[in-house]
């Protein structure tokens, strides 16, 4: 499924990183507040600290949904749905760590019912300021093969 030079470029094995952001102190509030997720990981500094993380820790869930908004190549991609997502939690994130993510198309293939639709599999890495992995997954996307530029 190789495109022209001009269009979005989905073959297997490109490879492509999203903007920076660093998590605050507010993110992880406000998001214990959105998902009612007040687990004392990420709200109770006294017990975070005598955990093996020695602080409070953002919500994986919330770093999943911030990596998905992230400016990137994919805001170019003519993305018809989401069709999927697994996500593996690999280190901890909290307020000041900043974090990016690095996407590799690892399946690029038309839909059996429509050749001018495409599935593509990609494959996610979510690192901090130091390079560590923070998050590993896959996500899904239907794309219209006729937009692609």
Request: aromatic share 6%.
């Given at each position: 499924?190789?495109?022209?030079?001009?269009?979005?470029?989905?073959?297997?094995?490109?490879?492509?990183?999203?903007a920076r952001r660093t998590i605050t102190e507010a993110d992880i509030v406000n998001f214990?507040?959105?998902?009612?997720?007040?687990?004392?990981?990420?709200?109770?500094?006294?017990?975070?600290?005598?955990?093996?993380?020695?602080?409070?820790?953002?919500?994986?869930?919330?770093?999943?949904?911030?990596?998905?908004?992230?400016?990137?190549?994919?805001?170019?991609?003519?993305?018809?749905?989401?069709?999927?997502?697994?996500?593996?939690?690999?280190?901890?994130?909290?307020?000041?760590?900043?974090?990016?993510?690095?996407?590799?198309?690892?399946?690029?293939?038309?839909?059996?019912?429509?050749?001018?639709?495409?599935?593509?599999?990609?494959?996610?890495?979510?690192?901090?300021?130091?390079?560590?992995?923070?998050?590993?997954?896959?996500?899904?996307?239907?794309?219209?093969?006729?937009?692609?530029?």
């Amino acid at each position: 499924m190789a495109a022209p030079e001009s269009a979005v470029d989905l073959s297997v094995g490109h490879s492509f990183e999203t903007a920076r952001r660093t998590i605050t102190e507010a993110d992880i509030v406000n998001f214990a507040g959105l998902s009612n997720d007040f687990n004392p990981l990420h709200v109770d500094e006294p017990f975070a600290a005598a955990t093996a993380f020695g602080r409070r820790i953002a919500h994986g869930q919330m770093i999943a949904a911030i990596v998905t908004g992230l400016r990137s190549e994919l805001d170019r991609w003519p993305v018809l749905a989401y069709v999927g997502a697994s996500r593996d939690f690999r280190g901890p994130i909290g307020a000041g760590d900043t974090i990016h993510a690095v996407y590799t198309i690892s399946g690029s293939r038309p839909t059996s019912s429509d050749p001018e639709r495409g599935v593509v599999t990609l494959d996610l890495k979510v690192l901090d300021q130091a390079g560590n992995e923070a998050m590993t997954g896959e996500d899904v996307m239907l794309v219209d093969l006729r937009r692609q530029g």
